[in-house]
């Protein structure tokens, strides 16, 4: 990629503004700060060893409920799984459902092809391959410049309109920009 | 003015005040990082919070390969991009033949600003990495996990943008 | 010997291609177009939201402030195409994001194309209808499609090209970046900022600090009693400031090139055919204070 006077970029970037955070953002990062030596503490908190004794009253008191824990386990588990499964027959895809329904297309939101302004500009532009003076001129050059970014927006538009469009703003929107281009070129061309 | 070894030294012991003077050392220009990334206040507020907390915590990684800024620059960026959840998809196209024309006269800084902070965010980020805070696409690419030739595509079409926003008079 | 076999299998053989062309063709009108539509609606509670995000494209959004802390979002996703398997198929590869980061709350839409899979070719378009609370700040990207946000309090971010936006009670502060389209505000107030290019804006009873850079498009603006500041940058544009009782604001205006049509009451430092400054000071506390180049400028 080539850049063209890119020296004013460089001198425009030098003067970008520089931002300061607000002084309360100092207190958050100071207030964190002092946690961390709690939250440091609390990794390295000690261990405790328990009694072997306890073990035995636990060993003890497992053994004498656990068959009957054991039967309530056993029964808890067949309703789940007779739940899950019915649910898994009944629930309907997880993804959102779609639906269907009907519009009747509006031929005057479609967007047509090529528009007359283009094939006028790119006219110009062929009469300006051999007729410099005029287009040469700072103004005329302007007029190019400020047509082609409206014929960007207009391409940009375009697509975004796509095939079967159902939206008024959007063709609101081109025919003003196509009128805007009509606007140049009545410009440029009386400058010729 | 405290030197940067001295600075980093009182850090790790804690000194708040060492602490405080680091922060105030690098909170401007790495603050305006973070906001030209992330394009907002509220969010450069909270990646300017987390880098320096991750700073503080992580000092004594640092082992001194680059300067401290550039540090902590590395970190506020990832920082500023995770924040985004910046994904810049895979494009590699060759501009080599194409050329931007940056105008005849100088540019505002006021709208090259609000122009920057228009772009999307890809583009926006890629820009301020390579125009403003001086990366090479080679540095660029490791950070943002990108190849070399998609930065140099995202930073084209990045100032294709902008120079289309600032149409000259 | 008639040959009626080989007729009667000439004839057969139509119809079974008829048959088989019949079948295999796409049966659709084209002067209908069928929508397939999915939905999804959300709502966020507790811990509160600070900032809702969406970045959409081709989208109609529309953010309403309400009375309750939590944040409801419904999500329409359609597809349009007079042939309903590829309207199906091209809504599938319409995806969104709708989740939580920390205290920010992310909304979007976009296209999602597996391997091998062609772009949609169906009319695709993204509604939002979403109700929040008027505190909860706000940063919206949109392209191509519609912008409406009503009774919002706190920090605005706006990004909108080639959008019909509307603003109806915000206040508080805010940036607002437009590309074409329109913007039509009404009852603005607070601290904000407009970056305006090729867009339609027309702004009514706003007060405030307001700050506008104008590159091309249409700019109207009412303002009202409460404006403290208004500082217009303008580059081609056409900027007309309509007030019944203008002379409540101090003013002071620089045009290079630009056609200018004041009150009487102003007082001119330069007025040549191409460079123009002009001022009317009564030591008011509101002021207004535009720069333009190119374009035109009226107030009246």
Not at chain 1, 31 to 54: F, G
Not at chain 1, 81 to 93: I, Q, T, Y
Not at chain 3, 182 to 200: C, M, P, Q, V, Y
Not at chain 3, 267 to 291: G, L, M, Y
């Amino acid at each position: 990629m080539k850049e063209i006077n890119k020296e004013f970029l460089n001198k425009a970037l030098t003067k970008l503004n520089i931002y300061e955070p607000g002084e309360q953002l100092w207190l958050q990062i100071q207030d964190n700060l002092n946690e961390l030596p709690l939250q440091q503490a609390t990794k390295n908190l000690a261990e405790y060893e328990p009694d072997d004794k306890i073990w035995a009253l636990i060993e003890k008191e497992w053994s004498v409920s656990k068959s009957r824990k054991a039967m309530i386990w056993y029964a808890a588990a067949t309703v789940l799984l007779a739940s899950f499964l019915g649910l898994w027959l009944l629930l309907p895809a997880q993804s959102p459902e779609i639906l269907i329904s009907q519009q009747e297309i509006d031929s005057r939101l479609q967007a047509g092809k090529q528009a007359a302004t283009d094939e006028q500009f790119d006219t110009l532009k062929t009469y300006c391959e051999t007729e410099t003076v005029v287009c040469d001129r700072p103004d005329f050059k302007q007029l190019t410049h400020e047509y082609e970014t409206l014929r960007l927006a207009s391409q940009q538009l375009q697509q975004a309109i796509g095939n079967y469009n159902t939206e008024p703003d959007l063709m609101r929107q081109l025919s003003a920009l196509e009128q805007e281009k009509a606007d140049i070129l009545n410009k440029m061309a009386k400058l010729i | 003015m405290t030197s940067e070894s001295e600075l980093i030294a009182d850090c790790l012991l804690h000194d708040r005040t060492a602490q405080r003077l680091l922060y105030d050392r690098y909170k401007k220009s790495m603050y305006t990082l973070a906001y030209r990334i992330t394009a907002d206040f509220d969010d450069a507020n909270d990646v300017l919070q987390d880098s320096f907390l991750e700073v503080f915590r992580h000092l004594d990684q640092f082992r001194g390969e680059a300067t401290l800024g550039a540090w902590i620059k590395k970190i506020v960026i990832r920082k500023s991009t995770k924040k985004k959840r910046l994904v810049i998809w895979e494009n590699i196209e060759d501009h080599s033949q194409e050329s931007i024309n940056w105008g005849e006269s100088e540019i505002n800084a006021a709208h090259l600003e609000t122009a920057i902070l228009s772009l999307p965010d890809g583009f926006r980020t890629i820009f301020v990495l390579a125009e403003v805070e001086g990366y090479t696409h080679k540095e660029i690419a490791v950070m943002m996990k990108i190849s070399e030739g998609t930065s140099k595509s995202q930073l084209f079409h990045a100032k294709r943008k902008l120079r289309s926003m600032l149409t000259s008079g | 010997m008639k040959k009626i076999i080989p007729y009667e299998l000439e004839v057969f053989t139509v119809f079974l291609t008829w048959i088989i062309v019949v079948t295999n063709t796409p049966v659709y009108s084209q002067n209908m177009l069928q929508v397939a539509t999915k939905s999804v609606e959300k709502s966020i509670g507790n811990p509160a939201v600070r900032t809702l995000h969406i970045s959409a494209e081709k989208a109609d959004i529309e953010l309403v402030a309400w009375d309750k802390p939590e944040i409801s979002v419904v999500l329409e996703l359609s597809s349009k195409h007079p042939d309903k398997a590829t309207a199906v198929s091209d809504l599938n590869k319409f995806q969104y994001i709708a989740e939580r980061s920390g205290k920010d709350y992310f909304l979007r839409n976009y296209i999602l194309l597996k391997e091998g899979e062609n772009k949609p070719v169906s009319n695709l378009k993204a509604r939002y209808v979403i109700h929040l609370p008027a505190a909860c700040a706000v940063d919206v990207k949109n392209t191509f499609g519609t912008i409406l946000l009503k009774g919002l309090n706190n920090n605005l971010s706006l990004k909108a090209d080639f959008c019909t936006t509307t603003l109806v009670d915000i206040q508080g502060k805010g940036m607002l970046a437009t590309r074409f389209g329109d913007l039509k505000g009404k009852e603005i107030s607070g601290s904000f900022s407009f970056a305006s290019d090729h867009t339609n804006l027309r702004l009514e009873q706003i007060s405030g600090a307001i700050k506008m850079d104008a590159v091309y498009g249409n700019v109207e603006i009412y303002p009202s009693i409460g404006l403290n500041s208004l500082t217009i940058q303008s580059k081609k544009a056409v900027i007309t400031l309509l007030a019944k009782n203008w002379q409540l604001f101090d003013y002071n205006i620089n045009g290079a090139y630009t056609t200018m049509k004041l009150p009487n009451g102003f007082k001119w430092k330069k007025n040549t055919a191409d460079f123009k400054e002009a001022f009317f000071d009564r030591k008011q506390i509101a002021n207004v204070q535009i720069n333009t180049e190119f374009g035109d400028l009226t107030i009246k």
